[in-house]
């Protein structure tokens, strides 16, 4: 569905006309709605790599590999989007080489940086927003780290139209039940249970569909395009 089928969709359950559910308050209740979904998906499907299809670039960054520099900040893509989690990082050497490196965590070397060896890098953690390299680069090179992001999708916007959610289409319905739910609980109407239980099924039946999908085949949740970063 596109963005006006859903919030016609929404008029349709909750019989609202113009004027009692603006379209700027439908698209803050869509993206509540999307919000939730998403996180249920990545959670509960072995999906964790999906990327919103409405972005027009691929979900890998690019950054300067800067000598004696070891924390890089990756709060943000180029479309201002959140990125939420490090999936890979590579380091590029001096001769166009790439080398993937390892990832660590605070809990597998409590002791990550401190001893500040120089050299070439091995190893990466990802934590508040920073990749924090070991060794510390020893020389610099542009666009020297890669890597691969999560990030959050795009948010519908009152001014949008044929903008449609970037997942299975046969579920879009769960955005309108979760507005529903959310204008009925704000107005105290009885009907806000009727539209959470919908939501829910919905949930579960995409769940359910997403996790007996044929795993050779592609699945609905792709990124593709060009690098973001």
Do not use: C
């Amino acid at each position: 569905m596109i963005f006006t089928e859903l919030t016609t969709k929404i008029d349709d359950l909750l019989g609202t006309v113009e004027g009692q559910f603006s379209t700027a308050k439908k698209a803050r209740a869509l993206n509540s709605a999307y919000d939730y979904t998403i996180s249920i998906v990545r959670n509960q499907v072995n999906n964790s790599l999906w990327d919103d299809p409405n972005w027009n670039d691929l979900s890998i960054g690019y950054i300067d590999l800067v000598s004696g520099k070891a924390e890089y900040s990756v709060f943000k893509d180029t479309n201002n989007a959140s990125i939420t989690d490090i999936h890979s990082v590579s380091r590029q050497d001096g001769s166009g080489n790439w080398t993937k490196l390892t990832r660590s965590t605070i809990h597998e070397n409590g002791e990550f940086n401190e001893e500040e060896d120089t050299g070439d890098p091995y190893t990466y953690m990802y934590t508040g927003g920073y990749i924090m390299l070991q060794n510390i680069p020893s020389g610099s090179v542009t666009k020297g780290l890669k890597f691969f992001f999560s990030r959050t999708q795009r948010r519908f916007t009152a001014f949008d139209t044929i903008m449609e959610p970037g997942f299975n289409p046969l579920f879009h319905d769960i955005l309108a039940y979760h507005a529903a739910m959310e204008f009925a609980i704000e107005k105290g109407m009885n009907s806000a249970n009727s539209w959470k239980a919908l939501r829910d099924e919905r949930i579960q039946e995409l769940i359910r569909y997403e996790n007996t999908k044929n795993t050779d085949k592609p699945r609905v949740f792709t990124a593709k395009r060009q690098s973001a970063v």
